[in-house]
């Protein structure tokens, strides 16, 4: 059986984790990845924890993919970029606004030489708006979106998240996006441009703390707990830690039987949550 994307060409022009981890999700299903980089070489590949020479990172973003290296800011390469392009359905290029067109492969430009094409630009802030001029990475963003506000402990600053979220639900969300497009395509026989911003995708991440938005006191980093119900939290036991989560009254029933605690509705868990704590601490502390 031929994979989802088999017979379809991306063309990726991007660096770093976005772009790249949107074009492998797309290569995981089949699809065809010609990844172009700078003469030097894309800059990650010199990042450290390397694997034969090249950056760790670098093979996990671009497996699945071939490559070529092409100067596109001399025209010898724009011509070459131009014919990979007629021969592509998607493009994806993580740069900040107008670099792409600065070098003659905006989507304007590229739709002229294909009309059909599929052009997804992935940035920090997208196309629109104040921000769009601005360079943003992973760490920039969690803090602008609020992601870091609602991580740690209440009684310690505000903390990045551990893996680059931002990164990954930006390339999630684009690789989504050309699907989507793919198969508009297939219905219609039109390209599309495709505006992705890693500002707002993150944004739609943090919905757990829209209820509080209007409020006097915001939402508050509350380290492991859950801001609804309880118990959720880490327990040290005597070979390590035990990570447990409750999320249905079936769930809380079955470890308030097991503390030999009185039960009580979902609702009303958050209330108790200090003594389910206690309780779970001593509980683990024996095991």
Not at 120 to 126: A, E, P, R, V
Not at 133 to 143: E, H, K, P, Y
Not at 168 to 178: L, R, S
Request: with cysteine; hydrophobic share 40%.
């Amino acid at each position: 059986m031929s994979a989802p994307l088999a017979n379809v060409r991306i063309l990726e022009l991007s660096a770093y984790t976005t772009g790249p981890l949107a074009a492998r999700y797309l290569s995981n299903l089949g699809a065809e990845v010609v990844k172009v980089e700078p003469l030097k070489g894309e800059s990650v590949r010199h990042f450290a924890y390397k694997v034969d020479g090249v950056s760790y990172i670098f093979h996990v973003h671009n497996v699945n993919k071939r490559g070529v290296a092409i100067d596109s800011t001399k025209d010898r390469g724009r011509d070459l970029i131009y014919g990979l392009v007629r021969k592509s359905d998607v493009l994806i290029e993580n740069f900040t606004f107008g670099r792409m067109h600065s070098w003659g492969l905006g989507y304007d430009d590229l739709k002229s030489i294909n009309s059909g094409l599929i052009y997804c630009s992935l940035s920090g802030f997208g196309h629109n708006g104040p921000y769009r001029n601005m360079r943003a990475f992973d760490t920039v963003i969690q803090g602008m979106t609020g992601v870091m506000s609602l991580t740690g402990a209440a009684d310690f600053p505000p903390t990045k998240i551990g893996v680059s979220s931002a990164d990954n639900v930006g390339a999630a969300a684009g690789a989504i996006a050309i699907v989507a497009a793919l198969n508009y395509k297939r219905r219609t026989g039109k390209g599309q441009h495709i505006n992705i911003s890693m500002h707002d995708v993150q944004g739609w991440l943090n919905s757990s703390a829209w209820p509080w938005l209007d409020t006097p006191e915001g939402a508050a980093r509350d380290g492991n707990h859950h801001p609804a119900v309880a118990p959720q939290n880490l327990y040290e036991t005597r070979d390590g830690l035990l990570a447990i989560e409750v999320e249905t009254q079936t769930q809380l029933n079955a470890v308030t039987d097991l503390l030999d605690l009185e039960r009580c509705d979902l609702e009303q868990s958050k209330g108790r949550e200090t003594e389910f704590d206690t309780a779970l601490s001593r509980w683990a502390s024996k095991r």
